[in-house]
């Protein structure tokens, strides 16, 4: 079965709109996607995000945000309402692993909105490595291969907390204490933080969302559900502890009630619990200080 991959500038004549950059060239990738039988079906365009200036904004560690536009292959129409999901995977000469991501958006025109929170950054360090991301729609396939970049700025883009000796996954290697990734969800405000919380699963081949009622696996592979989740921020460890709330049931949590200064860098420690255990910096119990029971975030709001 071969995939028919086009990766182009796309331009008017080629039938696709050129979108706007902002005086900076415009990059998107078209893919037909792999079939079995009969020839593929869709079109697949993928128009990655824009910054708060309206730039075109390249993959990066942290929150990423890009769109899919969706044509049918035959017609050229645009093909709203369908299942899509995204599958990214980080391919490395030692170890490959998955990464976070939302649910995709239907905007009921043909795009749909998607969001992936990448763990690291294309070609970093000695081992390298490359992002290939699925789009997968029904039994057919799309696939890209984004190039992620470092995020930039001073503000933390994710911090991780770990769980104990109760806590584990299976890996090649063997079993290890489970990672939970704390991303930063959007811009902190001079109250509030919004965060995406997600836990490593068996392999790294999948990043469930955290939150009450979510099914994660241990390393036996076997499915528990998460019966309670608490995220809690201050900007002083040693103070009152605010707490999260999580609206839509998911894995999005937003801590208000901080008091923060706009313009400036500001530290902000986050701590979440799972299951009635607080997940920590180090795999170990909570320390007499506390000083490894919180994840800690540097954050500038707007003015």
Not at 210 to 230: H, K, R
Request: charged share 10%; glycine share 8%.
């Amino acid at each position: 079965m071969v995939l028919q991959k086009i990766k182009t500038y796309l331009m008017l004549s080629a039938g696709i709109v050129l979108l706007a950059g902002c005086g900076t060239e415009t990059k998107t990738e078209t893919v037909y996607v792999q079939a079995s039988s009969p020839a593929s079906t869709y079109l697949v365009e993928y128009i990655p995000g824009t910054t708060m200036g309206g730039m075109m904004a390249d993959a990066t560690t942290g929150k990423t945000t890009f769109k899919l536009r969706v044509r049918n292959r035959s017609t050229f129409a645009a093909a709203p309402g369908l299942s899509l999901s995204v599958y990214p995977f980080m391919h490395m000469s030692s170890k490959s692993h998955s990464s976070p991501v939302d649910a995709v958006t239907d905007n009921a025109d043909g795009t749909y909105d998607c969001t992936v929170y990448y763990l690291m950054a294309s070609g970093t360090g000695t081992m390298g490595g490359y992002w290939e991301l699925q789009v997968n729609i029904g039994s057919e396939t799309a696939t890209f291969y984004p190039s992620v970049g470092m995020g930039m700025g001073t503000d933390t883009v994710r911090a991780a907390l770990k769980g104990q000796n109760d806590d584990l996954i299976s890996l090649t290697t063997g079993t290890a204490m489970r990672s939970y990734y704390l991303f930063s969800d959007g811009a902190a405000s001079a109250t509030q933080i919004n965060l995406f919380l997600a836990a490593q699963g068996n392999m790294m081949t999948s990043y469930p969302a955290i939150f009450t009622g979510a099914t994660l696996t241990n390393e036996q592979n076997t499915p528990f559900t998460v019966s309670s989740a608490l995220v809690e921020a201050t900007t002083n460890p040693l103070s009152s502890w605010l707490t999260g709330t999580n609206p839509a049931g998911d894995g999005h949590w937003i801590v208000s009630g901080l008091t923060l200064t706009s313009a400036v860098t500001n530290t902000v420690y986050v701590r979440m619990t799972v299951n009635s255990k607080v997940k920590t910096t180090d795999g170990l119990v909570s320390n007499a200080s506390l000083t490894n029971t919180y994840a800690t975030f540097i954050v500038t709001p707007a003015p």
